[in-house]
């Protein structure tokens, strides 16, 4: 059951970097083909990422503020929890979702073809439908945009066990186990973590770091884990060793902090220790494309892969592995390979785990300032003296900006507190637009708002100056 079909552009992927391509390029005027090996658009971020968690987190932050709320005056009667409900509920945003998406091709007639995709050669795909019988066609392309993401990573010393899950896994709900190791203290664990401690499960988090999200200022992630600790175990310089499973439980054998007992037992893991890259999947060499041995796929600075018709966006592009930036540079590719003067230049991609409290941060970090010899100047403004802060009874925020003590430009920014990830979107402006501290400063910002505190930041950092001189 052969059939071929030619396209301007096929986008293999149908994640936030896929459809931004296809969409951009169809808009451009390109006949575009979006093939996806899931039935379901929207990749992990529209059904195993960023939208299921950010539900989900969503219902443990009014879980704990129904909790907390008592030290105001207020009390309310335990919640009861009905998670096929809640299930329910998270299913139904990600479908509104990925259906507005299947939606959006449709008016912008971009072809979607569900199936596996591998190359041929330079110019052709074959296509792999997964129904019965499996139907193969072919695929002629003039430009291709590789978009096909990245799957959580394994540890391979542990077990093979349905226990131990992996993200996704943890996100469909099918299960709340009552003792939970998490293992991995980045964004992912640190936000599961709270939909499970939240959802009743008695959650432990394991990492081989000695802070969470080591990317991240120490004093930034302070305030979270300060939180975090009092609610469940957080084990940092910690490795799990070994996991024994048995029929009634995982026995899990820590190393590495004596302070943290050697032997615990469990009835779910969930491992949460980075993601990689689906490079090696694709038949990627008949196309005569560059894949390295992690199966990233390098691309230049207009998504070009080194064969120069194929391109590569998002997660398989590279680090950071965050949507926002799979979109932008899905925005770049389809505008280069439509002719325009497009090119990735961002200076810079901010960061977020949406945690309670949030942390976000962008550009450089202190920690990165040092280690590169950077003379930096620094504003920070302490949420205890934000009147909105403490209208919320959340005080233990900050909001840190790093500056170029010559020409005042912001080199960076942390921030940690309720809706950190909102704000940072503000100094990303002043960043890319090179738009200095007292210009900021000297915007008004609306008085009470957490936004101050991003203002105030830059204004401690110009009164610092002025003491200086
Ligand atoms: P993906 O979204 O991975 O999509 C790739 C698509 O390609 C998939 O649908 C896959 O099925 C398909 N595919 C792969 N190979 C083939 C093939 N051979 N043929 C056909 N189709 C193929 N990022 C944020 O910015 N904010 C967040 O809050 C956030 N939260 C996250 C939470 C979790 C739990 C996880 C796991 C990730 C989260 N991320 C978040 C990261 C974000 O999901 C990814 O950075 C983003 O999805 C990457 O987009 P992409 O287009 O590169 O690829």
């Known amino acids: 059951d052969e059939k071929t079909s030619k396209y301007d552009l096929a986008v293999i992927g149908a994640g936030p970097g896929g459809y931004t391509a296809a969409f951009r390029a169809a808009d451009l ?27 989900l987190l969503h219902i443990a932050k009014i879980i704990n503020e129904a909790e907390e709320v008592h030290q105001f005056g207020v009390e309310f009667s335990k919640p009861q929890l009905n998670i096929e409900k809640i299930r329910k ?52 392309f003039e430009h291709a945009i590789i978009a096909a993401g990245s799957r959580a990573n394994k540890i391979s010393h542990l077990p093979d066990d349905p226990r131990i899950i992996d993200s996704a896994n943890a996100l469909s709900l099918e299960h709340i186990p009552d003792r939970l190791l998490i293992i ?43 939180r975090i600790a009092e609610r469940y175990n957080v084990y940092l310089e910690t490795m799990v060793s070994k996991v024994v499973a048995d029929d009634a439980e995982l026995t899990v054998h820590f190393e590495g902090n004596s302070e943290v007992p050697t032997v615990q037992a ?31 796929i390098p691309v230049d600075s207009y998504q070009r892969t080194n064969v120069n018709n194929i391109f590569a966006i998002g997660d398989i592009a590279g680090k950071p592995m965050l949507a926002h930036k ?21 200076t810079v991609v901010p960061s977020v785990a949406y945690t309670d409290p949030e942390v976000s941060w962008i550009g450089l970090t202190e920690k990165q300032a040092r280690s590169r010899g950077v003379k930096y100047g620094i504003g920070v403004f302490p949420w205890s003296a ?14 840190k900006i790093l500056f170029d003590l010559v020409t005042d430009q912001i080199l960076g920014a942390g921030i940690v507190g309720a809706h950190a990830g909102d704000l940072i979107a503000e100094i990303g402006l002043a960043i890319e637009n090179n738009i200095k501290a007292h210009a900021i400063s000297s915007t008004i910002h609306p008085h009470p708002t957490l936004s101050e505190t991003v203002a105030f930041a830059t204004e401690v950092f110009e009164s610092t100056i002025t003491d200086l001189y």
Not at 34 to 52: D, H, K, M
Not at 326 to 346: N, P, T, W, Y
Request: hydrophobic content about 40%; glycine content about 12%; charged content about 25%.
């Open 266 to 296: 469990f009835d779910s893991i969930l491992v949460s220790i980075g993601r990689h890259p689906n490079g090696h999947v694709l038949s990627a060499d008949l196309a005569g494309v560059y894949v390295d041995e992690a199966g990233y």
């Open 386 to 399: 934000s009147g909105r802060a403490l209208s919320l009874g959340r005080g233990e925020g900050k909001t």
């Open 184 to 226: 991995g203290a980045g964004i992912i664990g640190l936000e599961m973590a709270a939909v499970y401690d939240a959802l009743g499960s008695k959650v432990t988090v394991a990492a081989k770091y000695d802070q969470l999200i080591p990317e991240c200022d120490g004093d930034i992630v302070k305030p979270l884990y300060d």
């Open 89 to 140: 509920w998270k299913d139904r945003t990600l479908s509104e979702l990925t259906d507005g998406v299947t939606e959006l091709a449709r008016l912008r007639k971009v072809d979607v073809f569900h199936g596996t995709a591998e190359f041929l050669n330079s110019k052709q795909l074959l296509i792999t439908e997964h129904g019965s019988p499996h139907q193969e066609s072919t695929l002629d």
């Open 29 to 55: 005027g390109m006949k575009v083909a979006l093939i996806e090996r899931y039935s379901s658009l929207g990749g992990v971020c529209l059904n195993v990422g960023c939208i299921p968690s950010k539900s």
């Open 326 to 346: 799979a979109i932008h540079e899905g925005k770049v590719a389809a505008e280069v390979i439509a002719g325009l003067h497009s090119r990735f230049d961002a």
